[in-house]
């Protein structure tokens, strides 16, 4: 990949890793951490399938949050990790005011809440979910399939 190359994905996808980050860490990280999954992104560029740039770059940003939030828990103590939350509301958080809603997401497993977020908040395909998450499209899609059946089913039983 030419650095002109590169340049042009940067451009175009800054914004869509901006946002996935802003959903994750605090405001005043996106950033910084931007940047990391980018400096990643051209240290490994020729790693790339053309065409699968944005699913990558969300699987190095997912790296880059872990990392991130690592490196903040270690930094703090337990009384502060208990007082105050380690990132900011998430995109998930803010649109699910809905109580009935709020409380089928929680009840998905984690997993199935990143593929949804992805698929509905961040506005991948199935395969595109499923490069980022290093799954099969077939499982991604399966997967997809039951997270929403879970989910339509807490929302019709109100406990």
């Known amino acids: ?8 994905i940067y451009r175009e996808h800054l914004p869509a890793i901006s946002r996935y ?4 860490v605090d405001r005043d990280q996106v950033e910084d951490l931007a940047a990391m999954v980018f400096e990643v992104a051209w240290q490994k560029r020729e790693s790339v399938t053309v065409g699968q740039e944005l699913p990558w770059l969300y699987k190095i940003a997912s790296f880059q949050v872990s990392n991130f939030r690592r490196r903040q828990s270690s930094a703090l103590n337990f009384l502060t990790l208990t007082l105050s939350p380690d990132n900011a ?8 005011f809905d109580a009935d809603l709020a409380a089928g997401w929680a009840k998905l497993s984690p997993s199935d809440r990143a593929l949804l977020a992805l698929v509905a908040f961040d506005g991948l395909g199935v395969g595109q979910a499923a490069a980022a998450l ?9 997967k ?3 997270a929403r059946a879970k989910l339509a089913k807490y929302l019709a039983v109100k406990d």
Do not use: D, K, W, Y
């Open 144 to 146: 997809l399939h039951r």
């Open 89 to 96: 509301p998430s995109a998930e958080s803010l649109a699910v």
């Open 21 to 24: 980050l802003g959903r994750r």
């Open 134 to 142: 290093s799954i099969s499209a077939n499982a991604a899609s399966a």
């Open 1 to 8: 990949m030419t650095p002109e190359q590169f340049v042009a």
